[in-house]
């Protein structure tokens, strides 16, 4: 492979941070005009990469070429400067300026005492907007405009200038369908026009509609490039876990106990609508759809943390009217959050008080907090959930996520629950954590507690649960057992294929 | 046009409309209450008013493009007072006196200085050390003002030039001194704010500022920059104030900073920056000066004044919440 | 292991610089000057932050608490012109809870405006500045207070009195610092205000009544207030309408240099007990070593900025920031 043919390379790129290899010997091509894949589970190393593309981070060892000469990038400046541009997936804009002022942030047109040359500005960045087919100009405020079409003031942004690669970012993720048939367009435009493309997305999908090339991260290491032509998602995972994926179902089935938890038509304005389902005790039930099918919604609104606007939910036959999570505890409802470290945890506080601060009223000696009984719950937990660190006064934001995570449902374990829901699990926890969490999982639902699982990973789900409730678009597509679900048929529900299957 | 736009008109109008209110308020209250014969809203009344809210206003612009920054600068009375010093006293300098009249301009230059290099120190301290702006102005208010008695213990500094006083009296179209300053500074700085790259990003900065850092915009030393601008203003302020009396304590300015970011917030400035105006910052102002003078005017005093600042501006905080409320659904945090 | 050693000691400043700081100036002082560690100057120092302190007390939950109070200075002057006035026309032993009445009323405001309603510390407090001086203003018509009768009265006690030789302002001090020291530290509704503070998100995920535990620490402040305008009312017998301006800002520094995040959840009674002997004896040992007052204004400026870096610069591992 010779230089003149690749826009981008990279060759035996290391970073380490302290007590991690984040990156190990990378080396990367992407050639004009093609758009290559960059695939690897959370924390394999694909936003390391990005950032050190990016001059962000400094690499190790290692080196980067662009169009052949090798490089060195210090900042997202020279990036840009030398025609690599980035497509964030959290939006970098500043919304309460216009879409020109953000195309053109740090660079605007200069004319003389410092004033902006609006003219040159505003014709420019309509120039750019022609070539994107937009309908909105470069005088709209930012703040005003829809997701979708921040994103295309972030793709605006990449062609201030002539851009060699263009990295995008889970694009998609947040993008009606419709949307996303005017990002392929502009992908497709700019590959005509001999820009590389890397494009980094779990969406098997997308990945093979558009891509040409896919390379696969795994724990900081290249595992090699295949030609989509001539794969398939198969193997492609494979290369991504080092194993076939692990689509085995749940086999054991427990003794269920009655209903713990009941919906019935429960609605929360746009949110979601008409859910209804049941868990029983020693039930596992998963939910499993879409970033923004409304399944954190739902979990949220058994919590109290939202009112619904109609339906019913009954604890043990009950119906319960829950405004608040100190209402929901009081009832026996335990929230394992999706933010780990914004909803679950104050960080700098130590493990223990992280862990019994739900219940620090009930354990005073006195009027004081009794120093033995926290501890002794730590303890309980610290053993039963294996939970790694030094002591109960280390500060919970020096744990790693694994260890964060079970602090969180120690927490909520150690509240003896009827029902508990467990919000993405495993997100950014790395593989050994990951199957330790699914364990504990089933190990609860065997104790006899009802247990909902939410997650959007597939192997995650059809691992742990008992049933599976498909989610798309805030409405309850359809039930699975466990024996009867196939993943064609959950990847049906939640994409909102109706299909004659369903019930 | 669209509820955005709308929205953002209403915003941008709401403290103007406020001062309509207010006019009208007391001119009809004043029928019946007032407690001197004059009209309330006569010429005279209005020019006087735009006088007296010099001081407090020229730093108010100041504060203004400190808190779009995102920052905020609780020294700015400290050095105002400082700045009024050093201008009386440079002009009992020897070799000031041996100038005559043109020592008054050497002197403001002097006294403008000390703002600059004042917001300076506030400025690289807030760049280089990363500790919060709150936190250094809160410190350098402290400091600052021990300076300002370091120069002359408790005893107020004064000097007395006709030349100074009969300029800081003098009209011009009809306009004092002291408000010709005012409006100088908002056209200027509302120029700065809306025409140039540096008011451009002090928005973008104090909008989102990873991606102002990661456009390649240099946030520490526009941060100093704006420091300084404050500075100057402060220092402005305090010439203004101190050329029309000749005299200033080395308690002047106490609470300004509080005042300031009062007028600035009742303008609609965002607190976390990014949002704001020179010209609301102006009717935040004037606001503020018309509901003195017009609760003064219909016979309630200074304690009534306090007291309806207070519960406006609280009440101005409340209303932007509830326009801004998402509706029932909203999570519950 | 010499680096070990270094990085330990490196830590150990950055953490308690502040305590580091105040033995070197105590040490510094004493040297300078053999009286100022003679008892009395101690007593005398103490005595002339009391007030202060006391407020830094309530202050330091606020903060804790994840919000500011800027009102603190305004009630103080509202609680000591009250209870002046209140002792003449209902006597002293009326007038006192009267006055605390009062006081934790409006305490009870702000704590409803920020906890309940979620409107901003910063201006809210900022607001009652004004408004509760305007209250002030009011209740005295503007003019001085002062006791009619000044030597008949025994409510010149929590201000001039003294048990045991201890002089009663760093009685009430120490005794106020000590129970909300273990409030703070020990019992449930501390653990509380740090986790509100340190992430006010997670708190409500764990079923803690964020806006119950803010009001409190808005109570607890008015408490602390109105307990510094007792102080203030029975020492001077008299006062003017303004007498507390200008300590709100005072009192926060106190509270940030005994290393009180603004941001909430964390800082410590003890720490703030600190910060306001660091204030007092600055003050004192500058006056001793024959400086003029002033000069504590600007050596306790750099002594904030230095704590509050050195503190940040340990955190995030480099002493300049990051900012470009």
């Not at chain 1, 780990?340 to 000696?365: E, F, H, I, S, Y």
């Not at chain 2, 001062?19 to 019946?32: H, K, R």
Request: hydrophobic letters at 50%.
């Amino acid at each position: 492979m010779t230089d003149q043919s690749s826009v981008l390379r990279l060759e035996g790129v290391v970073k380490t941070f302290p007590g991690v290899r984040a990156l190990d010997g990378v080396s990367f091509d992407l050639r004009p005009g093609e758009v290559h894949a960059l695939m690897g589970e959370n924390g394999a190393g694909k936003s390391t990469l990005m950032k050190v593309l990016g001059g962000i981070y400094d690499p190790d060892e290692g080196q980067i070429h662009v169009a052949g000469e090798p490089v060195e990038i210090t900042s997202p400046m020279q990036a840009k400067a030398r025609g690599v541009v980035f497509i964030h997936q959290e939006l970098s804009l500043a919304d309460e300026l216009s879409v020109a002022e953000n195309i053109w942030l740090g660079e605007l047109p200069l004319k003389s005492f410092g004033r902006v040359d609006w003219g040159k500005l505003y014709a420019d960045t309509d120039a750019i907007l022609k070539t994107l087919n937009v309908s909105f100009d470069a005088r709209t405020r930012v703040g005003d405009l829809s997701i979708a079409n921040q994103q295309m003031v972030e793709i605006a942004r990449a062609l201030t200038v002539d851009p060699r690669a263009v990295i995008f970012d889970e694009p998609t993720a947040s993008l009606t369908d419709a949307e996303k048939v005017v990002l392929f367009k502009v992908i497709a435009d700019l590959q005509s026009r001999g820009v590389g493309i890397i494009y980094i997305s779990h969406r098997m999908e997308e990945i093979f509609k558009i891509t040409d090339r896919i390379s696969v991260l795994r724990d900081g290491q290249y595992r090699g490039t295949l030609n989509t032509a001539e794969t398939d998602e198969e193997a492609v995972t494979q290369l991504m876990i080092g194993r076939k994926l692990d689509l085995s179902r749940n086999e054991s089935h427990h003794e269920m106990g009655d209903i713990a938890l009941e919906v019935r038509g429960l609605s929360c304005g746009h949110l979601f609508r008409d859910v209804s389902f049941t868990v029983r005790r020693g039930e596992v039930v998963g939910f499993y759809g879409l970033v923004g099918a409304g399944r954190t919604e739902i979990a949220e609104t058994i919590f109290g943390l939202r009112d619904p606007s109609e339906g019913q939910i009954l604890l043990g036959g009950q119906e319960v009217r829950i405004h608040s999570p100190i209402e929901a505890i009081a009832r026996g409802i335990s929230l394992v959050p999706e933010d780990r470290k914004g909803q679950g945890l104050v960080l700098g506080m130590n493990c223990r008080d992280n862990m019994t601060l739900p219940q620090v009223d009930d354990l005073t000696a006195g009027p004081f907090v009794s120093d033995g009984a926290e501890i002794s719950i730590f303890d309980q937990y610290r053993d039963k959930l294996d939970i790694r660190t030094p002591g109960w006064r280390q500060t919970v934001g020096n744990l790693s996520g694994g260890n964060q995570q079970k602090i969180v449902i120690g927490k909520w374990l150690s509240m003896r629950p009827e029902v508990l829901i467990v919000d993405e699990p495993t997100r950014g926890i790395d593989v050994g954590s990951k199957s330790e969490i699914h364990n504990l999982i089933r190990d609860l639902a065997a104790q006899g507690y009802a247990v909902i699982v939410i997650s959007s990973e597939m192997p995650e789900v059809l691992h742990v649960s008992d049933r599976i409730v498909a989610m798309f678009s805030g409405r309850v597509m359809r039930t699975f057992t466990s024996d009867e679900v196939t993943e064609d048929s959950l990847i049906q529900a939640i994409s909102g294929l109706q299909s004659d299957k369903v019930a | 046009m669209t509820p955005e736009k709308r929205k953002d008109l209403l915003k941008q109008g709401a403290i103007w409309g406020f001062i309509v209110l207010e006019l009208a308020f007391f001119s009809i209250a004043g029928q019946f209450l007032s407690v001197t014969d004059t009209v309330f809203l006569s010429v005279d009344n209005m020019l006087l008013l735009l006088q007296q809210s010099a001081p407090i206003g020229i730093i108010a612009l100041g504060m203004t493009i400190v808190m779009i920054n995102g920052n905020i600068d609780l020294s700015v009375g400290a050095t105002f007072a400082l700045a009024a010093i050093v201008m009386l006293d440079s002009m009992t300098w020897p070799f000031m006196q041996a100038l005559g009249d043109w020592a008054i301009p050497l002197s403001w230059c002097f006294a403008l200085l000390t703002g600059v290099v004042l917001g300076a120190i506030n400025g690289l301290i807030v760049w280089k050390t990363g500790v919060d702006a709150f936190i250094v102005t809160l410190g350098s208010m402290l400091g600052f003002r021990g300076l300002v008695f370091a120069y002359n213990g408790e005893q107020p500094t004064s000097h007395l030039n006709w030349t100074l006083i009969d300029f800081a009296e003098a009209q011009f179209l009809g306009l004092n001194t002291a408000s010709w300053f005012l409006l100088g500074a908002a056209l200027l700085l509302w120029l700065l704010m809306t025409r140039t790259v540096h008011g451009r990003n002090a928005y973008a900065i104090g909008n989102n500022r990873d991606a102002a850092v990661n456009a390649g915009i240099k946030v520490g030393p526009h941060f100093l920059w704006n420091f300084m601008l404050i500075g100057f203003l402060a220092a402005l302020s305090g010439i203004v104030f101190s050329s029309g009396t000749g005299s200033v304590n080395p308690n002047d300015g106490m609470l300004y900073e509080l005042w300031a970011i009062t007028a600035v917030v009742l303008g609609g400035t965002k607190l976390a920056g990014g949002y704001g105006s020179i010209v609301s910052t102006l009717g935040g102002v004037i606001a503020i000066q018309l509901l003195r003078k017009g609760l003064g005017y219909v016979g309630a005093g200074t304690e009534t004044v306090n007291l309806v600042i207070g519960l406006i501006l609280i009440a101005v905080l409340f209303l932007d919440r509830q326009l801004n409320r998402k509706g029932k659904e909203e999570l519950k945090t | 292991m010499a680096e070990l050693t270094k990085k330990g000691i490196g830590g150990f400043l950055a953490r308690q610089g502040i305590l580091v700081a105040f033995v070197l100036f105590m040490v510094g002082f004493a040297l300078a000057n053999q009286r100022f560690i003679a008892i009395d100057n101690i007593f005398g120092v103490i005595r002339s932050s009391a007030i202060l302190g006391v407020m830094a007390l309530g202050v330091t939950f606020v903060v804790i608490g994840g919000n500011l109070d800027l009102s603190v200075g305004s009630m103080m002057s509202f609680s000591t012109i009250v209870v002046l006035d209140l002792h003449d026309t209902l006597g002293p032993t009326l007038a006192i809870p009267a006055m605390f009445g009062l006081t934790l009323a409006l305490g009870a405001f702000i704590g409803f405006l920020v906890g309940y309603l979620k409107l901003n510390s910063l201006i809210v407090t900022l607001g009652m500045l004004s408004a509760i001086h305007g209250l002030t203003l009011t209740w005295s018509g503007g003019q001085n207070m002062d006791i009619a009768d000044k030597q008949g009265t025994w409510f010149s006690v929590f201000g001039q009195g003294s048990i045991a030789g201890v002089p009663m302002p760093i009685i009430i001090f120490g005794l106020l610092a000590v129970v909300l020291g273990l409030v703070l530290s020990k019992t449930p509704f501390g653990r509380k205000i740090y986790a509100v503070g340190g992430n006010g998100q997670a708190a409500t995920f764990s079923g803690i009544p964020r806006a119950r535990v803010v009001f409190f620490t808005y109570l607890i402040s008015a408490f602390c207030v109105a307990t510094a305008g007792l102080l203030q009312a029975s020492r001077s017998l008299g006062s003017q309408n303004t007498v507390g301006q200008g300590y709100e800002l005072e009192v926060l520094a106190m509270v940030i240099l005994g290393g009180a995040s603004l941001l909430g959840g964390s800082g410590t009674i003890v720490k703030t007990v600190i910060g306001v002997l660091i204030f007092g004896f600055i003050e004192n040992g500058l006056l001793l070593v024959g400086l003029e007052f002033y000069v504590q204004d600007v050596v306790i400026w750099l002594v904030i900025i230095l704590a509050v870096w050195l503190d940040i610069a340990a955190k995030r591992g480099r002493l300049w920031s990051p900012i470009a």
